[in-house]
């Protein structure tokens, strides 16, 4: 599924369509952004083949950032991670059993050379990897960081100093 017609930029896959409720999140905040993106699913373990040939063309492709969320045994962004030199931002999805924990880990424990940057579990994670891919996008991309300015601006206004102590 393509989200514009314009050329992607920021590539978000993700292990199941399961993780689609939480990796929604960074797209409709990319869309905000104005910053073309792809959404694929691909897994680490169900799907191999489709990993490695998505990684090693994504930047042929115009891709600048990876999102990979992923849930449990979590090994979409490392293997992404391993096989393209792009920046890759991991989002591990709230898992069932470990409420995201295996997750978290198997994201965040990459070896040394090969780097993940890897975000909050769950939304927050989701939300924050389409903010950081737009920081990355925004050295390089006027649009971008005056989109990412403006969105900044409206977030600390809209939260109010007094506390509602009727809430
Ligand atoms: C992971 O396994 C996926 O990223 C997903 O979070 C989890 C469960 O997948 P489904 O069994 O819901 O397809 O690979």
């Known amino acids: 599924m393509d989200a514009n017609e314009k050329q992607a930029v920021v590539g978000i896959i993700m292990g199941s369509q399961s993780d689609w409720s939480t990796m929604k999140e960074a797209a409709t905040l990319l869309e905000q952004l104005g910053i073309p993106y792809e959404t694929k699913i691909v897994s680490a373990h169900r799907t191999p083949k489709r990993l490695y040939e998505y990684a090693e063309t994504a930047a042929d492709r115009g891709i600048k950032v990876i999102i990979a969320g992923a ?94 102590t009727e809430a």
């Open 71 to 164: 849930g449990g045994a979590a090994h979409l962004p490392g293997m992404t991670a391993a096989i393209t030199q792009l920046p890759v931002l991991g989002v591990p999805v709230q898992s069932k059993a470990l409420s995201g924990q295996d997750s978290l880990l198997s994201i965040v424990q990459m070896p040394a050379g090969v780097p993940v940057m890897t975000l909050a579990i769950g939304v927050a994670g989701a939300k924050n990897a389409a903010l950081s891919a737009a920081s990355i996008l925004a050295l390089s991309d006027e649009s971008v960081s005056a989109h990412l300015k403006t969105y900044r601006q409206a977030q600390t206004e809209n939260v109010v100093e007094a506390v509602n």
